[in-house]
C-alpha cells in the first residue's frame, strides 16, 4: 500500500495505492477512487506520460447503475 512514490516535477509527486508486478513482469500502479479531484486525474495522467508503467483507476459505480467496479487504463 502506497510503496511507491512518482516525482512528477519539482515538489510534485504521485502516489499509487498499490503498486503491482504482473506475472509477465509488467509492472501496474493501481489506484482505488471514491470519486476524483481535478488534481488527481491530472497527476495521474501526467504519471502515465512519464513513466512506463500501466496504471489503473477503479471507481465504485453506483447501485441504481448496476454496482461493481468502473476500471480506467491510462497508459
Given at each position: 500500500f502506497e510503496g511507491?512514490?512518482?516525482r512528477l516535477a519539482?515538489?510534485?509527486f504521485y502516489?499509487?495505492?498499490f503498486a503491482?508486478?504482473?506475472a509477465d513482469g509488467l509492472i501496474e500502479c493501481h489506484e482505488v477512487k471514491g470519486f476524483w479531484e481535478d488534481?488527481?486525474?491530472v497527476k495521474i495522467?501526467?504519471?502515465a506520460d512519464q513513466y512506463p508503467f500501466r496504471f489503473l483507476a477503479v471507481t465504485?459505480?453506483?447501485k441504481k447503475?448496476?454496482?461493481g467496479w468502473e476500471v480506467e487504463t491510462f497508459e
Open positions: 511507491l512514490k512518482l519539482d515538489s510534485t502516489t499509487p495505492d503491482v508486478m504482473r488534481d488527481a486525474r495522467k501526467v504519471a465504485a459505480k453506483a447503475d448496476g454496482g
